[in-house]
């Protein structure tokens, strides 16, 4: 595969025209949109009309009259058409880990009103730390005969699971390996044993089409700072199937999941629906910033994405092996198309010393330890020749050692 292939890539590549709808660094290329997304033009206009007008100008009426109470429900509108969501199951608000805390809770609660002796929840033992940290949480605070967090080997999830099973708590897309698990085999499964999923869709959502209705999904969370573009920090999403709504509640009882908030009552009384996930007033800042990034998903075929995102996996992949570095560099992300996410994650011995060399070369690629180093490819915005001039300085900083240099000894504090 030659320059001249590559970019006859680009020129059929249908999201060509969405890159120009970013701001994204000069002379860069970024593949570390599953870590940070990069921003939106649209995105700098709308938080300048929020803080110029909005915020300065019309103040606190700007809750009606920019609609700024309803961010929370439209923005989640929104994610909803990219995770597979009917309307009014799904909400933008706070972090991953708060909404996994609710999620725990509901889920638990629904469990155990059918059969209190069910107390795990199963998970893996690769997952994202902060999934099995909230659960440890949880345990803490109720009790092991309420919340037991019971780890397994990926490949052995779906056998694990049996009649102690509250929960089965697992992420589509493994951060470290970026490999995919079957999500609607895993809910299927989970449910013939009594037991309700939740899912962690951070690496999945913009990436890849996800189907929560379809797959008969009971909870879901995921992150609008990565592939959805939200920007640092950006409030997360929760997703509630509606045959849950009528029995479901959630411990983080704040007054924005009050049924009537601005009725300022001394009892709470949850609000029905989605709403009730909500606890205190969102961030319009970042509700804002998230909103306007999600315009770049309008009309996008998702199915189309995923295929440009393997397709940018399968090429990177490609041009590493012919510039002979396939042998140096030991892929861990599945071989198979269909179970890899949207990142190639490779083995090497200097991954932290390659990544740091490489971010000085200007290619941004990211470090996991203990020695993995991580491509991320957002298909909307990332070019065939992004990929092209990515290995092209992995190959000249492997030829030159510069991934042994002495500065690459110690580690900054985000890797
Ligand atoms: C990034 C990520 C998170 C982040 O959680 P926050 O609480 O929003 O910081 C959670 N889970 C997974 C799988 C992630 O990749």
């Known amino acids: 595969m030659n320059l001249t292939d590559i970019r006859e890539l680009d020129n059929i590549d249908p999201f060509a025209r969405h890159r120009k709808q970013f701001q994204l660094p000069v002379n860069k290329v970024y593949l570390d949109g599953n870590s940070l997304g990069a921003m939106t033009k649209a995105t700098a206009t709308r938080l300048q ?3 110029q007008q909005q915020w300065s ?3 606190i009426s700007s809750w009606n009259e920019h609609n700024w109470i309803n961010l929370p429900q439209h923005v989640g509108e929104k994610i909803a058409r990219l995770i597979g969501a009917a309307p009014e199951q799904t909400i933008c608000c706070d972090s991953i880990s708060v909404n996994l805390f609710k999620a725990l809770a509901a889920a638990l609660s629904l469990a155990q009103s059918h059969d209190s002796e069910r107390n795990i929840v199963l998970s ?7 999934d099995l940290y909230m659960v440890q ?3 803490q605070f109720v009790g092991e005969h309420r919340c037991q967090l019971k780890l397994v080997d990926e490949n052995e ?3 694990q699971i049996d009649d102690k099973t509250a929960i089965v708590l ?5 951060f470290r390996t970026g490999r995919r698990l079957d999500a609607k085999q895993l809910i299927t499964s989970a449910h013939s044993h009594g037991a309700l999923v939740i899912l962690d869709l951070a690496h999945s959502a913009g990436a890849m089409p996800v189907h929560l209705d379809d797959w008969e999904a009971d909870f879901a969370v995921g992150c609008t700072y990565k592939y959805l573009n939200g920007g640092p920090g950006a409030p997360a999403f929760i997703y509630a199937a509606k045959r849950h709504h009528q029995n479901m509640s959630q411990p983080l009882s704040g007054w924005f999941g009050h049924a009537r908030p601005f009725d300022f009552t001394p009892d709470y009384e949850p609000a029905t629906g989605i709403q009730q996930m909500l606890t205190g007033t969102p961030s319009i800042l970042a509700m804002a910033a998230i909103d306007s990034a999600l315009e770049a998903f309008e009309n996008v075929d998702l199915e189309k994405l995923r295929e440009k995102s393997l397709q940018l996996a399968e090429v990177f992949h490609q041009l590493l092996e012919d510039a002979a570095l396939g042998s140096s560099l030991q892929l861990i992300s599945p071989q198979q198309r269909e179970q890899r996410g949207s990142q190639l994650s490779y083995r090497y011995e200097h991954a932290y010393g390659l990544c740091q060399a490489l971010i000085q070369r200007g290619v941004i690629a990211d470090f996991r330890a203990p020695n993995y180093i991580r491509f991320g490819f957002t298909p909307l915005y990332n070019s065939f020749e992004d990929i092209w001039k990515a290995v092209e300085q992995l190959r000249q900083v492997i030829e030159a050692k510069e991934h042994l240099d002495s500065r690459w000894q110690s580690r900054n504090t985000v890797t």
């Open 49 to 51: 009309q929020v803080i």
């Open 57 to 59: 100008q019309d103040l």
């Open 124 to 130: 893996t033992k690769d997952n994202f730390p902060t």
């Open 137 to 139: 949480g949880i345990s």
């Open 157 to 159: 999830l779906e056998q």
């Open 170 to 174: 697992a992420t589509e897309v493994n």
